[in-house]
């Protein structure tokens, strides 16, 4: 793609205007500090989230409906709706604004409208569906109806794992892999723009290029049946490639070790960039053995089994003594967009984690509303209207429920 405009960078500064509750279902009130000065651009301005609770859904009886096996995801329509996909039970659990069921969509099974082999399931604001597998896509209406099959081919397109759905209808990844005899070697990290029918997708935008590692898999056996496959333990403390989706169709991407986030146009070019000067963190013994204690806890015993391909396949991991680590620990953990295109930016805290850090709410256009404390609320699993959120619990017995909750303000703490 063409990358004609030039970069407009833009540091994020506080919001002053506040907003009634009376006009907007959301009050953004953000402090400007004291009035003999500007705030230093570092300096958090703390929040505080004013949420009530809306419903929940989850049942421990196994003849329930709310009765999930493994909940894949969760996204709400503009009517408010909610859409639960569970990918052992092989739907999507359709439910009201009041916690009640309004239908079903899809079911296990090959045909026509059935979940099979699914990897990833996408609502849009009109509940339109789409639907990726392992080598199809489906389509369907905003009131469930089968709309039509798409097959892929994974040797050409690849297999998709993660997308994210345009505005347009095209949906955008960084995560295809290859089965092609002589996969492409690429440079960076590219994120792909593709559409339904497509047989090949196009590169929106290539990341930064990662410093060269030992090669994740090791190696592969197979015997009584059975693949195992045994992969390095990787490098900690490397910067994710994450991107979200705004409503003009850009795309909000992270991929840096600073505290940088790009705004991509659909034509590839860099229209602006989202800044704080917050400095990572050096690597040092204690981050070190952080991530190796977090590496133990996550790999324990077997790591993943399956027969997607009607090969059993074991998947095993190198111990945690096998891992590298970069130099310094990325500012950003992730990004999420919410329903009013503001950038939910999780940033790491001082263990180096990926979820126990603050959370900046700033806009695409630079302005920075405040942080939300390691303490307070959280990024949710889906963003709504009408500051809806919904949550992926579980319980001392691991059963999974949704918890929706709506955002009533954001307001200065203390």
């Not at 074991?314 to 500012?331: D, H, K």
Request: proline share 7%.
């Amino acid at each position: 793609m063409k990358r004609t405009n030039p970069m407009r960078t833009t540091n994020a500064h506080p919001v002053i205007t506040r907003f009634p509750l009376a006009l907007f279902p959301l009050a953004l009130l953000a402090s400007c500090g004291d009035a003999g000065g500007p705030r230093d651009p570092a300096e958090d301005i703390l929040l505080n989230a004013v949420t009530e609770e809306v419903f929940t859904v989850g049942s421990v009886a196994g003849d329930a409906w709310d009765a999930f096996g493994r909940i894949g995801s969760v996204a709400f329509d503009a009517d408010a709706n909610l859409h639960i996909f569970d990918n052992q039970a092989d739907h999507i659990l359709v439910v009201g604004p009041d916690g009640s069921l309004l239908r079903t969509v899809g079911g296990p099974g090959e045909g026509p409208g059935e979940f099979n082999n699914v990897t990833q399931t996408m609502v849009a604001r009109d509940g339109s569906y789409t639907v990726l597998g392992f080598a199809s896509i489906d389509l369907f209406a905003p009131g469930g109806e089968f709309v039509r099959h798409i097959a892929t081919d994974p040797f050409t397109l690849g297999i998709i794992f993660r997308a994210m759905a345009l505005p347009d209808g095209r949906l955008v990844t960084s995560q295809i892999s290859g089965m092609g005899e002589e996969e492409e070697t690429v440079d960076g990290r590219p994120i792909y723009v593709f559409g339904p029918d497509d047989s090949e997708a196009e590169t929106l935008y290539t990341g930064w290029q990662l410093p060269a590692g030992d090669d994740d898999l090791i190696d592969s056996e197979s015997s009584s049946g059975v693949t195992v496959m045994r992969f390095a333990a990787g490098r900690a403390y490397e910067p994710r490639l994450d991107y979200g989706v705004l409503t003009d169709g850009r795309v909000a991407v992270l991929d840096s070790i600073g505290y940088r986030i790009k705004l991509i146009d659909l034509d590839g070019s860099v229209t602006g960039t989202i800044e704080r000067p917050i400095m990572p963190l050096p690597v040092d013994e204690a981050l070190m053995e952080a991530a190796r204690e977090r590496y133990r806890a996550s790999t324990a015993g077997l790591i993943e089994s399956g027969n997607r391909t009607n090969i059993p396949i074991q998947i095993e991991r190198e111990g945690a003594e096998g891992l590298t680590f970069a130099e310094e620990v990325p500012v950003i953990a992730d990004i999420e967009v919410d329903w009013e295109d503001r950038i939910w930016v999780e940033r790491r805290g001082p263990t180096g984690r990926e979820d126990d850090g603050p959370i900046d709410i700033v806009t695409p256009e630079g302005d920075y509303i405040g942080t939300l404390p390691p303490d307070g609320l959280r990024t949710p699993a889906a963003f709504g209207p009408d500051g809806l959120m919904a949550f992926i619990d579980r319980d001392e017995f691991d059963v999974p429920t949704v918890r929706v909750v709506r955002m009533v303000a954001l307001e200065p703490a203390g």
